[in-house]
Every structure is written in C-alpha cells, then in structure tokens.
Antibody, heavy 121, light 107 residues
Framework: QLQLQESGPGLVKPSETLSLTCTVSGDSISGSSYYWAWIRQSSGKGLEWIGSIYDSGTTHYNPSLNGRVSISVDTSKNQFSLKMRSVTATDTAVYFC?????????????WGQGTLVTVSS | EIVLTQSPGTLSLSPGESATLSCRASQSVKSRYLAWYQQKPGQAPRLLIYGASSRGPGIPDRFSGSGSGTDFTLTISRLEPEDFAVYYCQQFDDIFTFGPGTRVDLK
C-alpha cells in the first residue's frame, strides 16, 4: 500500500528557508509514471498547490509563489523534497505531499498526513 | 487562473438524507481535470472523484460526480455518519486550484 510521510522542522524563522522531505513507501518514485507534489493548507488561503516533480527532475511550480520554491527528488532514497526561501508568516500552513497523476487525469492520491510549519521568530 | 466557487458554504443534513454540492468554475474545465476530495478534521484530503465522474479506489457508490464545462456536482446519496466532513473540488489548467470547500454537518 502506497504511503507518504512528511518530515522537517515545525518552526522556521521569518526570512529563512523552509525545508521538508516526503518519504514514499510501498512504491518506487522511479519509473512510476506519476508526478509527486507538495500542497499546503492554511486558514487564510485554503488548499494551495505548490508544485510537482517527475522522477526525471522535471518540475512544475505555482507562479504565485514568485520563484521562492524548489522541489527536488532523490530516487535512491525514494524521497522528494521542498525548499521555500524567504518565508513570512503567511507561509504558516499544514504542508502535504501527495502522488500526482499528471498524464490523462489530474488528481492527487494518496496524500501524506501533513505537517504543520509555523513561521515565527 | 481558473477560480472555483463552491456552494453552499455549509449544508446541514441528517443521516440518510442526500447531499448535492456544487462547484462552479470561472472558465471551462476539461472534465478529466476535475476532482473532488473529502477532508475530516486533522486528516489529509482523500480523493473521492476524478475525471468529474469516476470514483477513486475504495470509494462507496453513494458518492457520484457529474457535470461539464463550468458546472460540476458531487452527490452523496443516503448520508452515513462518516460522511460529515468538508468537500473540495479541484481543477487543472496550467496550474492546479482548489475550491474553498463545502462543509456537510449534522443537522
């Protein structure tokens, strides 16, 4: 059964870089024909897609994040990661990782349980 | 960017009743790019419907999706106690966006 698990610091200072990792178990990122995504949820903005990555390293990002985001993949560890630079309080949210169908239909399934990241000094 | 609007904001119903949730898009959405999710407190969203009308893995047949263009509907027939939750629609058009959600709560 495919499972995803987010990990990383729960508290980040303003102007610093938020770093999260998603560990995938039950399937291999490599050769899966899926993208792998980061999505966040805050009370202010609801659910917001951050970006997605393929095992080749091809990425798609939400332009609303103004180039602050980079997503990378490590197929040897079956993980993918998120870095978000110059964070502010508005980046406080629960961050989810998810498998992302990007060929044919467009959907996220399954999702990790999510991790709360608070931006505060 | 396509904006999704969901209505009503809250639906108060009793177990056994049916729920009809609406998702309206600011521009036409390809049906295969429209999905619905259920989220319960403290949990991640769970895929219910993809391609506007196909049920996700393990989703009971009391959940059904329909619609095309700018108007899509999620119907839950015979509400079960575990169906009281928040429901989101999602679309893709260069970027993925989600609606603000409809809360189905116990009357």
């Amino acid at each position: 059964q495919l499972q995803l698990q987010e990990s990383g610091p729960g508290l980040v200072k303003p102007s610093e870089t938020l770093s999260l990792t998603c560990t995938v178990s039950g399937d291999s990122i490599s050769g899966s024909s899926y993208y792998w995504a980061w999505i966040r949820q805050s009370s202010g903005k609801g659910l917001e897609w951050i970006g997605s990555i393929y095992d080749s390293g091809t990425t798609h990002y939400n332009p609303s994040l103004n180039g602050r985001v980079s997503i990378s993949v490590d197929t040897s560890k079956n993980q993918f990661s998120l870095k978000m630079r110059s964070v502010t309080a508005t980046d406080t949210a629960v961050y989810f990782c998810a498998r992302n169908e990007f060929f044919g239909n467009r959907r996220f399934d399954p999702w990790g349980q999510g991790t709360l990241v608070t931006v505060s000094s | 960017e396509i904006v999704l609007t969901q209505s009503p904001g809250t639906l108060s119903l009793s177990p056994g009743e049916s729920a009809t949730l609406s998702c309206r898009a600011s521009q036409s959405v390809k049906s295969r790019y429209l999905a619905w999710y259920q989220q319960k407190p403290g949990q991640a969203p769970r895929l219910l419907i993809y391609g506007a009308s196909s049920r996700g893995p393990g989703i009971p047949d009391r959940f059904s999706g329909s619609g095309s263009g700018t108007d899509f509907t999620l119907t839950i027939s015979r509400l079960e106690p575990e169906d009281f939750a928040v429901y989101y629609c999602q679309q893709f058009d260069d970027i993925f966006t989600f609606g603000p959600g409809t809360r189905v709560d116990l009357k």
